[in-house]
């Protein structure tokens, strides 16, 4: 919530002063324009590569599981062979063990499979976000330079607009990663 009224304010009141103050001068550069439209980029860029780097433990509960059962089932072979017990119990509990290897083996290549697939989906749109700020930058490098007929009104409007589609990218990406299954 702070952060959306922070972002509001900024849209509301610094944003356009800044952009009034540097069109009356000359057009902007592309570090100018980063600073001041841009300046939670890299960091909303960090937080997915950290969510992204998140997902085995996000999506891995069956891997967990089954490697908690197997060390179990391999304790009560290691066990059973120990105490000598009976070849049909031996034999049972290594069965166990080696139905359980099996699934395990099965779920970890699902689960590599799985968090391929969410990380690719997620660079793509980061790949898209990149796109569109650069598209952003050179539209207001443009309208600094003034090779565009756009009214201080209209230019916010369209910037505001081209900055809450970036953010809400990211957010959505983030809960995709987050909120994975």
Same mark, same amino acid.
């Given at each position: 919530?702070?952060?959306?009224?922070?972002? %509001?304010?900024?849209?509301?009141?610094?944003?356009?002063s800044?952009?009034?103050?540097? $069109?009356s =001068?000359k057009?902007?550069? $592309?570090?100018?324009?980063?600073?001041?439209?841009?300046?939670?980029?890299k &960091? +909303?860029v960090?937080?997915? #590569?950290?969510?992204? @780097? @998140? %997902?085995?433990?996000?999506?891995?509960?069956?891997? +967990? /599981?089954?490697t908690? +059962?197997?060390?179990?089932?391999?304790? +009560?072979?290691?066990? /059973?062979? #120990?105490?000598?017990?009976?070849? !049909?119990?031996?034999?049972? !509990?290594?069965?166990?063990?080696?139905?359980?290897?099996?699934?395990?083996?099965?779920?970890?290549?699902?689960?590599?499979? $799985?968090? #391929?697939?969410?990380?690719?989906?997620?660079?793509? !749109?980061?790949k898209?976000?990149?796109?569109?700020?650069?598209?952003?930058?050179?539209?207001?490098?443009?309208?600094?330079?003034?090779? &565009? @007929? %756009?009214?201080?009104?209209?230019?916010?409007?369209?910037?505001?607009?081209?900055? @809450?589609?970036?953010?809400?990218?990211? =957010?959505?990406?983030?809960?995709?990663l =987050?909120e994975?299954?």
């Open positions: 919530m702070k952060k959306a009224i922070l972002l %509001l304010l900024m849209f509301a009141i610094l944003i356009p800044q952009v009034l103050a540097a $069109t =001068t057009a902007m550069s $592309t570090s100018e324009i980063e600073k001041i439209y841009f300046e939670n980029y &960091d +909303r960090k937080e997915i #590569k950290i969510a992204q @780097k @998140k %997902l085995n433990t996000v999506l891995g509960a069956e891997v +967990r /599981e089954l908690q +059962r197997l060390s179990q089932a391999s304790a +009560r072979y290691k066990n /059973e062979v #120990k105490n000598k017990s009976s070849k !049909a119990v031996i034999a049972q !509990a290594k069965a166990d063990c080696d139905k359980l290897k099996k699934q395990l083996s099965v779920a970890k290549v699902e689960l590599n499979k $799985t968090v #391929k697939n969410y990380k690719k989906e997620s660079e793509q !749109a980061l898209d976000i990149a796109n569109q700020k650069a598209e952003l930058i050179k539209f207001i490098k443009n309208h600094t330079a003034g090779k &565009d @007929k %756009l009214t201080e009104s209209q230019f916010n409007q369209q910037v505001n607009g081209d900055i @809450k589609s970036i953010d809400g990218s990211f =957010t959505g990406i983030l809960k995709m =987050t994975a299954e």
